[in-house]
């Protein structure tokens, strides 16, 4: 009798055991995106999510793709892709342009006007094979650019002249470079960190877009705001190479469905309409000023520049092809 219950109980275990096993299965396989920025920014909301959700059913269910803020931030969230803390990441190229210094081309001022522009030639380069040697290492998703960077600074200017000696704020160095042949003091820092460096008076303006100062609430800080004739060193969403090579392979057609030109587009879309709208949100704030720079400011900024090409050139492998090539990807966008 004894052995006839220790029978069942042994079957009901393994049938139990069994449904378990059948039931994980059939559950997603869970990815994790690094996300430093603002959970409720323009990337994460309008970006990630609808990407994501297009993804997992594309795949049929077998693979989710969840948001995670707390395990990577702008410095090291390009190291959590490569050492597998997190399968996914977003991040800006402005600190990573020593590690992708053809893609910084992007990041030269007086070429592209729009984010789709920059986005779009600079993953149609990578897709060609132009640059495609600085991603060696992760398996890219989309590159896109950001909104139009301006000088926002503390105390409204009026002329070019007056940023002169003034401490600016900037991610990337080829942006510092920029600020720093029209006179003023780059302070290298990363968007999370320009509201604590404005607040403390480390310095009196910084370079980011309206979306950034939406974004990290740094209308607080500044009044003054000048176009300028900045690059743009956009962002991007990487994922670990062996994060994908485990996954099932119609999860896998799913992300590369989703992914690339399609998704840098979207971006790149979203990111020049997004900068309009916070454009005009932070214009109807009390005190805020807006200037533009005059036809001598133009003049006098294109020959104050014209060192960065040169420099970018002697600096960067295959500068010239690369230069090149994203001259002409930006011409055939604005054929279309």
Same mark, same amino acid.
């Given at each position: 009798?004894?052995?006839?219950?220790?029978?069942?109980?042994?079957?009901?275990?393994?049938?139990?055991?069994?449904?378990?096993?059948?039931?994980?299965?059939?559950?997603?396989?869970?990815?994790?995106?690094?996300?430093?920025?603002?959970?409720?920014?323009?990337?994460?909301?309008?970006?990630?999510?609808?990407?994501?959700?297009? &993804?997992?059913?594309?795949?049929? %269910?077998?693979?989710?793709?969840?948001?995670?803020?707390? &395990?990577?931030?702008?410095? *090291?969230?390009? %190291?959590?892709?490569?050492?597998?803390?997190?399968?996914?990441?977003?991040?800006?190229?402005?600190?990573?342009?020593?590690?992708?210094?053809?893609?910084?081309?992007?990041?030269?001022?007086?070429?592209?006007? *729009?984010?789709?522009?920059?986005?779009?030639?600079?993953?149609?380069?990578?897709?060609?094979?132009? &640059?495609?040697?600085?991603?060696?290492?992760?398996?890219?998703?989309?590159?896109?650019?950001?909104?139009?960077?301006?000088?926002?600074?503390?105390?409204?200017?009026?002329?070019?002249?007056?940023?002169?000696?003034?401490?600016?704020?900037?991610?990337?160095?080829?942006?510092?470079?920029?600020?720093?042949?029209?006179?003023?003091?780059?302070?290298?820092?990363?968007?999370?960190?320009?509201?604590?460096?404005?607040?403390?008076?480390?310095?009196?303006?910084?370079?980011?877009?309206?979306?950034?100062?939406?974004?990290?609430?740094?209308?607080?800080?500044?009044?003054?705001?000048? %176009?300028?004739?900045?690059?743009?060193?956009?962002?991007?969403?990487?994922?670990?190479?062996?994060?994908?090579?485990?996954?099932?392979?119609?999860?896998?057609?799913? &992300? %590369?469905?989703?992914?690339?030109?399609?998704?840098?587009?979207?971006?790149?879309?979203?990111?020049?309409?997004?900068?309009?709208?916070?454009?005009?949100?932070?214009?109807?704030?009390?005190?805020?000023?807006?200037?533009?720079?005059?036809?001598?400011?133009?003049?006098?900024?294109?020959?104050?520049?014209?060192?960065?090409?040169?420099?970018?050139?002697?600096?960067?492998?295959?500068?010239?092809?690369?230069?090149?090539?994203?001259?002409?990807? +930006?011409?055939? +966008?604005?054929?279309?």
């Amino acid at each position: 009798m004894m052995l006839r219950h220790l029978l069942h109980a042994a079957v009901a275990t393994g049938l139990c055991i069994a449904a378990v096993t059948a039931a994980r299965a059939d559950e997603p396989v869970v990815l994790k995106f690094a996300y430093p920025g603002p959970l409720q920014s323009w990337p994460a909301m309008k970006g990630f999510t609808p990407w994501a959700e297009k &993804i997992k059913a594309a795949s049929g %269910d077998t693979v989710e793709i969840k948001l995670y803020g707390a &395990i990577a931030n702008y410095r *090291n969230v390009y %190291d959590r892709i490569l050492n597998g803390v997190a399968d996914f990441g977003f991040g800006t190229f402005g600190n990573l342009e020593g590690q992708f210094p053809k893609s910084s081309v992007t990041a030269l001022p007086l070429l592209a006007d *729009n984010s789709l522009e920059t986005g779009l030639a600079q993953w149609r380069m990578y897709a060609s094979g132009v &640059i495609a040697d600085e991603y060696d290492r992760v398996k890219p998703i989309s590159m896109f650019g950001f909104g139009n960077s301006g000088f926002h600074t503390v105390k409204p200017i009026t002329k070019l002249e007056e940023l002169r000696g003034m401490k600016i704020l900037v991610g990337g160095r080829t942006v510092a470079r920029t600020v720093g042949l029209i006179g003023a003091v780059p302070i290298t820092s990363t968007p999370a960190e320009i509201y604590e460096g404005l607040n403390r008076g480390l310095g009196s303006g910084a370079v980011t877009t309206f979306s950034g100062l939406e974004q990290f609430k740094l209308a607080e800080l500044v009044k003054g705001h000048l %176009d300028f004739p900045f690059g743009r060193t956009g962002g991007y969403f990487f994922m670990n190479k062996d994060s994908f090579a485990r996954l099932p392979a119609k999860a896998q057609q799913a &992300i %590369d469905r989703y992914s690339g030109e399609e998704l840098t587009t979207i971006m790149s879309k979203e990111a020049d309409a997004q900068d309009d709208t916070d454009r005009d949100k932070v214009m109807a704030s009390p005190g805020q000023v807006r200037r533009s720079l005059s036809a001598d400011d133009l003049k006098t900024l294109t020959k104050l520049l014209a060192p960065m090409t040169e420099e970018w050139l002697a600096a960067t492998p295959d500068g010239a092809k690369v230069l090149a090539a994203y001259q002409a990807e +930006i011409r055939r +966008i604005r054929k279309h």
